[in-house]
């Protein structure tokens, strides 16, 4: 159980039985309900077949189509657009050639990357910072903004291509910079820099950012090992970890935190004291998200979310408890990690598209296939599959070290 004397704890006491529940109820028959359909691993044909939707939706450009309807005779124009997404995209396309798959669709992800650093990343006057910028038209906002999390993502996206000598070290350190710069004495990061002011926006928040940011400074130090990365990075996560400690319960699912934490702990960047917070930190976020999933394997949304049956949400959590899996110590909170993750992911194969024109694709809602739902649940955004697939590789990378399959 949790160590609820030592000072970096603070997951409520009343949650340990939660544990101790789910270990009994959820881990058993864990073997049984993971999804078989593979070659060599767990949720190999499902990976293989949105990497195929993605690689059939990438442009001559090197653009990708943004939305598609599962009906295919509905069409939409793809100048709505989001440049953060796409670099998300990019994301998970390297981590489909990280996790030791195949460097089957590297081209094309080098492709999109090309396209994505023409068209959205730009020089930020002369002082050596470069953006990711959201153009109005595309994003459907009012004025020409540079996100902190678009930079973020993009690193995370682009920092492989500086050994193959496809990108300039200048632009990523660039990018690194631009972080930086946006970076508040607490450690907490601004949203967006407004490019037609000139100045940082002040007063908007945006939840998912100072993780982002703070995974692609982890990103950048990994090839340009200059410290100012990595205690950028750390404290980041060490601000969100001090904030959320008095949310209890109501603490956000971050994935991205998880990820940055995960990668400290790996490459053990981290003090024993910064261990302890960071931890307590991410089991703090992982006991509300697990005690919300529906576990009755009658219910139609078994392996899914109270509330949230949402597959680009849904593959976001995925990622963030198989981070969480690799940072807590506590075997009972693993256990249930992995059970979790294993009737989750089995949701998720059930609601992609499995045959037609979007076979791969991950729609909106899960209700896509029940009669009488709104439009939007049938539309498939590229990052929906994007996110999708980044879970089931990381769930597959769990199966891979530990044999549970």
């Given at each position: 159980m949790f160590d609820i004397s030592s000072p970096s704890t603070y997951v409520p006491a009343i949650f340990l039985t939660l544990i101790a529940i789910f270990v009994s109820f959820l881990y058993k028959d864990s073997k049984k309900n993971t999804h078989e359909n593979t070659l060599d691993l767990p949720y190999y044909n499902e990976i293989l077949l949105s990497m195929e939707y993605i690689e059939r939706n990438i442009l001559e450009d090197g653009r990708f189509q943004y939305r598609k309807h599962v009906n295919s005779e509905i069409t939409y124009d793809n100048n709505v657009y989001n440049s953060l997404r796409h670099a998300g995209v990019l994301y998970s396309m390297y981590m489909y050639e990280k996790y030791g798959l195949t460097d089957k669709f590297k081209e094309l992800r080098i492709k999109a990357s090309k396209y994505f650093i023409e068209r959205y990343i730009k020089k930020l006057g002369k002082n050596g910072k470069y953006v990711v910028i959201s153009?109005?038209?595309?994003?459907?906002?009012?004025?020409?903004?540079?996100?902190?999390?678009?930079?973020?993502?993009?690193?995370?996206?682009?920092?492989?291509?500086?050994?193959?000598?496809?990108?300039?070290?200048?632009?990523?350190?660039?990018?690194?910079?631009?972080?930086?710069?946006?970076?508040?004495?607490?450690?907490?990061?601004?949203?967006?820099?407004?490019?037609?002011?000139?100045?940082?926006?002040?007063?908007?928040?945006?939840?998912?950012?100072?993780?982002?940011?703070?995974?692609?400074?982890?990103?950048?130090?990994?090839?340009?090992?200059?410290?100012?990365?990595?205690?950028?990075?750390?404290?980041?996560?060490?601000?969100?970890?001090?904030?959320?400690?008095?949310?209890?319960?109501?603490?956000?699912?971050?994935?991205?935190?998880?990820?940055?934490?995960?990668?400290?702990?790996?490459?053990?960047?981290?003090?024993?004291?910064?261990?302890?917070?960071?931890?307590?930190?991410?089991?703090?976020?992982?006991?509300?998200?697990?005690?919300?999933?529906?576990?009755?394997?009658?219910?139609?949304?078994?392996?899914?979310?109270?509330?949230?049956?949402?597959?680009?949400?849904?593959?976001?959590?995925?990622?963030?408890?198989?981070?969480?899996?690799?940072?807590?110590?506590?075997?009972?909170?693993?256990?249930?990690?992995?059970?979790?993750?294993?009737?989750?992911?089995?949701?998720l194969s059930k609601v992609q598209v499995k045959t037609g024109e979007q076979a791969g694709g991950l729609p909106n809602s899960a209700n896509w296939v029940k009669a009488g739902v709104t439009p939007n649940a049938s539309i498939i955004r590229i990052d929906n599959v994007q996110h999708v697939v980044t879970g089931w590789l990381k769930f597959q990378n769990i199966l891979k070290i530990t044999g549970n399959y």
């Open positions: 153009i109005p038209e595309e994003e459907q906002i009012k004025i020409p903004i540079a996100k902190s999390g678009a930079a973020g993502v993009a690193l995370c996206a682009l920092s492989n291509l500086y050994n193959e000598n496809l990108i300039d070290l200048k632009i990523l350190q660039g990018l690194g910079e631009f972080i930086i710069s946006l970076q508040k004495k607490d450690g907490n990061i601004y949203a967006y820099y407004d490019l037609g002011a000139k100045s940082i926006n002040k007063e908007a928040e945006a939840l998912y950012y100072p993780g982002e940011a703070a995974a692609g400074l982890l990103y950048l130090y990994e090839i340009d090992s200059q410290e100012k990365w990595l205690d950028a990075a750390k404290k980041i996560v060490i601000y969100l970890a001090k904030t959320g400690k008095p949310l209890e319960l109501s603490i956000p699912f971050d994935h991205w935190s998880a990820l940055v934490i995960e990668k400290l702990f790996k490459s053990n960047l981290v003090t024993d004291d910064e261990r302890n917070i960071l931890r307590a930190y991410v089991e703090q976020m992982a006991i509300p998200a697990l005690s919300d999933q529906i576990t009755n394997r009658n219910n139609s949304y078994y392996g899914a979310f109270k509330d949230n049956v949402r597959p680009c949400s849904l593959g976001a959590i995925m990622e963030g408890l198989a981070s969480i899996y690799f940072c807590t110590n506590n075997k009972n909170l693993k256990k249930v990690i992995f059970k979790s993750l294993s009737i989750g992911n089995l949701f």
